[in-house]
């Protein structure tokens, strides 16, 4: 596709950063722009599948994540509340030769990982700086910008998250996130030579488990129901979390002894949402969570944001016609998101329900032969 003017990536987080990498490779002219002014990533441990590390590759940056993170080495266990091993994965290359099965890194560091190859590219970004509303003008959208200017761009792509603004202000008939009824608890503790891959113990009405993000620590989640959504104050995330861990045997023991006023804690309640198409009105495209947030339950959330990335820069220079391109995009992401989100959100409601470990697993196997379809 060739066009007078660059195309605009709204949103820094990571898949932002991925579609302006894949655009940049595909030999367009991008520019980013970030509301926040530090353009700083918050947050603990990212658990990144051989879907997501797969659509690293295509981007070229695998080797680089890798090294900032960690491969898993050996299969995903899966164990009962006192660690107690009922089955495990596959240590067979599932994703094509050098792509690991399973990893995870600390999100502060892809996100470092992924802005400095923003840099070494060249792409323009400009950051404390928010659009706040699209006008359809002949042959290009102009953007109307938080600091009283305006730009004009070729197309624009809206990767700027589950609250989306873009989203609200083209869809308001949408509606918000739908909460899932579960919680999730997330914390960073160092890392037993043992585990060198994802453990997964489950127990009533609750999940937890740990997945390896750097030589020396690993990222601990838990999942569990929360009727009513309440809202925990930051305060008391480490108490009630260490009390919540305490009913898993195992390794936990060793995870609550650990936690401590410096731990890395966050906690937020699951929410979830589906663009039905199109995903874009006039020259703006939404794409990762402002489409489809999911939930963590198959660690494919950034992963699905990052492929989107990767569709977008294989499918931008086939189509000369903007709306013949955002359909040909969503027709080609469409099916692969609703299954991967619609699945993701069945295992939640399976633990909700308490429902046999068989049928857990049965569930998570159909899904892990989706992740491995090609995008």
């Known amino acids: 596709m060739q066009m007078g003017s660059s195309i605009l990536v709204v949103g820094g987080g990571i898949g932002g950063m991925a579609a302006a ?112 509303r699209y006008e359809e003008i002949e042959g290009a959208v102009r953007v109307h910008t938080s600091d009283g200017g305006w730009r004009d761009h070729a197309f624009v792509v809206a990767a700027d998250g589950l609250m989306s603004r873009t989203r609200a202000q083209l869809f308001p008939d949408l509606g918000k996130p739908r909460f899932t009824g579960q919680g999730c608890w997330r914390a960073v503790v160092s890392r037993p030579e043992d585990v060198t891959a994802t453990w997964v113990y489950s127990a009533q009405y609750a999940k937890a488990g740990f997945n390896p993000i750097s030589q020396d620590l690993m990222y601990v989640y838990l999942l569990e129901s929360a009727p009513g959504n309440p809202w925990i104050e930051a305060a008391d995330w480490l108490p009630l979390l260490k009390a919540r861990l305490s009913r898993f045997g195992g390794h936990f023991r060793a995870i609550v002894e650990e936690l401590n006023e410096d731990s890395l804690i966050n906690y937020r309640p699951l929410e979830v949402i589906l663009m039905p198409r199109p995903w874009h009105k006039g020259r703006v495209l939404l794409t990762g969570d402002a489409a489809h947030a999911t939930t963590p339950h198959v660690g494919y959330g950034a992963g699905m944001a990052i492929e989107d990335a990767v569709v977008l820069g294989r499918l931008v220079n086939e189509h000369d016609d903007i709306e013949a391109l955002f359909t040909a995009f969503t027709d080609r992401r469409y099916e692969r998101c609703r299954a991967i989100l619609e699945g993701s959100v069945a295992i939640g409601q399976l633990e909700l329900d308490d429902a046999p470990f068989a049928e857990q697993r049965a569930l998570s196997v159909s899904l892990g032969s989706i992740l491995r379809e090609p995008i």
């Open 21 to 132: 990498l894949a655009l940049h490779r595909a030999g367009q002219a991008v520019e980013l722009i970030e509301a926040d002014a530090t353009w700083n990533a918050l947050g603990a441990g990212l658990t990144l599948n051989g879907g997501a590390l797969r659509a690293f590759a295509d981007l070229g940056l695998l080797e680089a994540v890798v090294a900032a993170g960690y491969a898993s080495v050996g299969p995903v266990r899966a164990c009962d509340e006192q660690g107690v091993v009922l089955g495990q994965g596959s240590s067979d290359p599932l994703f094509g030769e050098g792509i690991p099965n399973m990893g995870g890194i600390l999100r502060p560091r892809l996100h470092e990982v992924m802005r400095q190859a923003i840099e070494q590219a060249g792409i323009p970004v400009t950051t404390g700086l928010c659009a706040e």
